[in-house]
């Protein structure tokens, strides 16, 4: 978990814990945060069970039925036991393809080959550090 999704993570569980009953419209308004952070930040805190599921309710206005959730007692404690879980699978096969990536056909060699080509001068440097390379 990244340091601000942790961070994010208390502040929405800080903020709401009063309420008896919340929904992701309540962490947009009490917290300023857009539509899709607030239920990103929401969906996140249910999968780890920071916090947990009432129900649907109907709005009075509107009349559409929205989720409600309710924080959980232990819900900070389950937040830092989960903080240093890795919750993404590693993939190792891009990885090695990235390494490919930063050494873009490159090859290393021991010596390099300098036999018809060059300046005298770097010729003569290089036959003199052939023994230190050995």
Do not use: W
Request: charged letters at 30%.
């Amino acid at each position: 978990m990244k340091d601000s999704v942790y961070i994010r993570s208390i502040e929405v569980i800080t903020t709401i814990r009063d309420l008896d009953s919340f929904s992701v419209r309540h962490v947009e308004m009490m917290l300023g945060y857009e539509q899709r952070m607030a239920q990103i930040a929401v969906e996140s805190l249910l999968k780890i069970g920071c916090i947990k599921k009432v129900g649907k309710k109907k709005s009075k206005f509107s009349g559409i039925s929205a989720n409600h959730y309710k924080v959980d007692d232990m819900a900070i404690t389950r937040l830092k036991e989960a903080r240093g879980k890795v919750t993404e699978p590693i993939n190792t096969e891009k990885e090695a393809k990235d390494q490919e990536d930063i050494l873009c056909g490159m090859k290393i060699v021991k010596k390099a080959f300098i036999g018809e080509m060059g300046n005298q001068s770097i010729k003569h440097l290089d036959q003199l550090l052939a023994g230190v390379r050995a």
